[in-house]
């Protein structure tokens, strides 16, 4: 009792179509116009190549850009940008400086938590050692 080979057809052309139909229609800027080369194998983007000015400002990348784009993939930030010879419209991955500002600080608290830390490490050694030296001076002196 198996499906017939006419369903099975029809499922994978099905398959198919919702595999690639989203691809076009979510991430196309400009209908008939591919905006990022990184999708194509083999295809370096312009911006690689020639200079280009920042359209659109980094901004985090939605759900389906994340999930579809290879730039969102890297830092999940995306910025949009026109190639100045080719007149080409792309997009490029990107840091935020806000999202990097936060990192920083998060990292400065946790250096300035550790070195609080140690210090009060080695002041509590420092005790403990001044106290073996005091009781084995103390003890020449009464053994003498």
């Keep these: 009792m198996g499906v017939p080979t006419v369903v099975w057809a029809k499922l994978s052309a099905c398959m198919v179509l919702l595999a690639v139909v989203p691809d076009r229609v979510c991430c196309a800027a400009v209908p008939g116009q591919h905006n990022s080369s990184e999708l194509v194998p083999g295809v370096s983007p312009c911006w690689q190549m020639e200079e280009f000015k920042v359209q659109e400002e980094c901004s985090p990348c939605n759900t389906i850009q994340s999930k579809w784009w290879a730039a969102c993939g890297s830092t999940g930030y995306i910025e949009k940008i026109v190639c100045v010879k ?55 002196i009464e053994s003498s």
């Design 86 to 140: 080719s007149n080409k419209t792309d997009y490029k991955s990107c840091h935020s400086a806000v999202r990097e500002e936060s990192l920083f600080w998060r990292f400065e608290a946790v250096m300035m938590s550790l070195t609080v830390l140690f210090v009060l490490v080695v002041i509590k050694r420092q005790r403990v050692l001044d106290r073996r030296a005091s009781e084995r001076v103390r003890k020449q």
